[in-house]
């Protein structure tokens, strides 16, 4: 992993890091979590800007990925590693033993490569798929919830680009924002509720349902 991470940087000279910061506090380092994502146990740690990824972070997760199903086909690993930035814009994915991954693509977007599948029973196998996605870097959509729980706090405001790098809303123009009264993720609105250091503990949909609990940091 570090191998892969240090070439990915290397290779692109840091070219994203001239995007324009967004008004989120400083991304936390190190930092471990662990909870429950949409009901399954899921563990994060975030570590220190690490000068040998460009002063970025690396996020170690492991969790239950969005099933393909939902993702338009493409396959996930479970414990991917994820090269975020200050803001917790996602640099670089690296889905280690999957085919899907993502890297910076020239000065701005990312290339996206996707483990569909083909065939079925003991006929499947693997079948890869590229794409690009133009503009910014942003927040995963569906890793939000978790990059809330790490960049979140009770009485702030901000606004992030957001992309579906892996699933079928790519091409949309996603954002997650907040304000002290309101949280929203590409447009569904959600309650968040604070731990005592004003951290995300609770994350609830309009029905109530819970999307992410943080039962340990450290």
């Not at 899921?42 to 997760?61: E, I, M, N």
């Not at 569909?116 to 959509?141: F, N, V």
């Not at 123009?173 to 959600?190: D, F, K, M, R, Y």
Request: glycine share 12%; net charge negative.
């Amino acid at each position: 992993m570090r191998m892969m991470m240090m070439v990915i940087w290397l290779a692109l000279g840091g070219i994203l890091a001239g995007a324009d910061p967004l008004p989120l506090p400083a991304a936390p380092g190190p930092v471990e979590i662990h909870g429950r994502l949409l009901g399954q146990p899921f563990w994060a740690r975030l570590t220190a800007p690490d000068q040998r990824y460009g002063g970025k972070h690396v996020l170690q997760l492991v969790y239950t990925p969005p099933a393909p199903e939902r993702l338009g086909g493409t396959h996930l690993t479970d414990c991917p590693y994820v090269l975020l930035d200050d803001q917790l814009r996602v640099v670089a994915w690296n889905g280690r033993d999957l085919l899907s991954n993502a890297v910076p693509d020239g000065k701005s977007g990312y290339k996206i490569s996707l483990e569909l599948s083909e065939g079925s029973g003991d006929e499947a196998h693997p079948k890869p798929e590229q794409r690009r996605i133009p503009g910014a870097t942003g927040w995963d959509l569906n890793l939000a919830p978790v990059l809330l729980a790490l960049g979140w706090r009770a009485n702030s405001s901000a606004q992030v680009r957001t992309v579906d790098l892996f699933g079928p809303r790519f091409a949309e123009p996603l954002q997650v924002i907040w304000t002290p009264t309101s949280l929203t993720i590409a447009g569904e609105n959600l309650t968040p509720t604070p731990d005592g250091d004003g951290h995300l503990q609770r994350l609830t949909d309009a029905q109530g349902a819970e999307v992410l609990v943080v039962e340990g940091r450290k």
